[in-house]
Every structure is written in structure tokens, then in C-alpha cells.
């Protein structure tokens, strides 16, 4: 059985940071891209970003670009997002993803985590 757990989300000011962790486990992670998405209140789930099985390549929307990093430890079945210079609109629920299906920026994920609350104060 596939889980993914997020951690790591709260309550912040904005410009401040958070980093959110995701544990995966019942599948090989190694071989699955991995990819955060964000759904805010009243709208719909969007794509924040995703980084290849190797680590080799990584995708972010444009309103994250440059704030948000992705990562992974293959070792430790685990997937990052730090987050920076975090904004109101930042607010949401994060949710991890695993095994894109070959579109790193879909919704088309085989697997999703529960999803972590994520704050913004202005």
C-alpha cells in the first residue's frame, strides 16, 4: 500500500519560510517523479512543482519560480519543498504527489499524500 505523509506545514509571517517534507512508502520511490500541487480556498488544485526520478530535472509553476525549491533523497524516500519569501497568497493546502504518468506538471498523479495546511500571514 502507497502512502505519502507531508509534514512541515504552519503558520508564518510573510517573507518568512517553511520546508515541507513527504514520506513515501509501499512503492520504489526512485523510480517515480515526485510533484507538489496547492489547492487555496475556494479554488481549484494547481501544480507547484515537481522534480524528475533522478533528481536530474525539476519543474515549478511561474508564481513560485524562484522562491520555492524542490528536491529529493532517493535514501530516504523522501521529497522537499523549501519554500521562501512566502506570501498571503502562498495560503493553501500542499499536497505531495508520486509517479507523474510522464506529465511532471498534470494532475494526473497515480498517488497523492493527505496534504499539509500552509499559512500565510500578511
Known amino acids: 500500500q502507497v502512502q505519502l505523509v507531508e509534514s512541515g506545514g504552519g503558520l508564518v509571517q510573510a517573507g518568512g519560510s517553511l520546508r515541507l517534507s513527504c514520506a513515501a512508502s509501499?512503492?520504489?520511490?526512485?523510480?517515480?517523479?515526485m510533484g507538489w500541487f496547492r489547492q487555496a480556498p475556494g479554488k481549484e488544485r494547481e501544480f507547484a512543482a515537481a522534480?524528475?526520478?533522478?533528481?536530474?530535472?525539476?519543474y515549478y509553476a511561474d508564481s513560485v519560480k524562484g522562491r520555492f525549491t524542490i528536491s529529493r533523497d532517493n535514501a530516504k524516500n523522501t521529497v522537499y519543498l523549501q519554500m521562501n519569501t512566502l506570501k498571503p497568497e502562498d495560503t493553501a493546502v500542499y499536497y505531495c504527489?508520486?509517479?507523474?504518468?510522464?506529465?511532471?506538471?498534470?494532475?494526473?498523479?497515480?498517488?497523492w499524500g493527505q496534504g499539509t495546511q500552509v499559512t500565510i500571514s500578511s
Open positions: 522534480i524528475s526520478s533522478s533528481a536530474g530535472s525539476t
Open positions: 504527489a508520486a509517479d507523474s504518468r510522464g506529465n511532471p506538471r498534470g494532475s494526473g498523479y497515480r498517488y
Open positions: 509501499g512503492l520504489t520511490f526512485s523510480r517515480y517523479a
